[in-house]
């Protein structure tokens, strides 16, 4: 779905998308539409920071995320997750505004290719992350491309270790949220 949108933008830049690990089990408790969002802005900013005639790989694996929550974070949360990379061959992000491209209003300085936009959309892919307990992170090597990973867990359910000074389970479910296939059938 997400690949056939931007079609056209593929084929103009010559660009070829590789997908790794698209045959295991996507299935996640998500908003699709705006998981699909997200999948949306990394790949169109992929596609946007790109050289012609280069790959961008999209990679499917298995993850766990680790979150401390808790009135004093001393609850450790270990949920298994499904880890999705976009990545791409251009010019990068230095290391410095890795953290910072997440927020508003704020893009790479190596952005100058007129390429640009309004600095919203990795912000906006973070609250969505974020929304549904998930994790998105910046790889970047300065000459030879960028990634952006995000991890959404499987389940709902957590595995939970506590500490010495563990308190009340103050977890809390959205029962707005659909288990979704996220794999390349719906990209």
Request: glycine share 6%; with cysteine; proline share 2%.
């Amino acid at each position: 779905m997400v690949i056939a949108e931007l079609k056209a933008l593929i084929a103009e830049k010559k660009l070829t998308i590789k997908m790794i690990g698209n045959e295991i089990d996507t299935s996640v408790t998500c908003d699709k539409e705006r998981i699909m969002q997200v999948i949306h802005n990394l790949l169109s900013n992929a596609i946007k920071f790109s050289p012609p005639d280069s790959v961008i790989t999209i990679a499917f694996s298995y993850t766990t995320i680790e979150d401390k929550s808790g009135a004093r974070k001393q609850l450790i949360n270990k949920q298994s997750a499904i880890r999705v990379d976009v990545k791409d061959e251009g010019i990068g992000v230095p290391i410095n505004e890795l953290e910072t491209i997440f927020d508003q209003f704020v893009q790479s300085s190596k952005t100058n290719t007129g390429a640009g936009g309004t600095g919203l959309g990795l912000a906006i892919c973070k609250e969505i992350i974020e929304g549904h307990k998930g994790v998105i992170k910046a790889h970047s090597i300065f000459g030879q491309g960028t990634t952006i990973s995000f991890s959404l867990p499987l389940q709902t359910q957590t595995s939970t270790a506590y500490t010495e000074q563990d308190s009340e389970d103050n977890f809390t479910e959205n029962s707005d949220h659909k288990r979704t296939d996220t794999s390349n059938n719906s990209l």
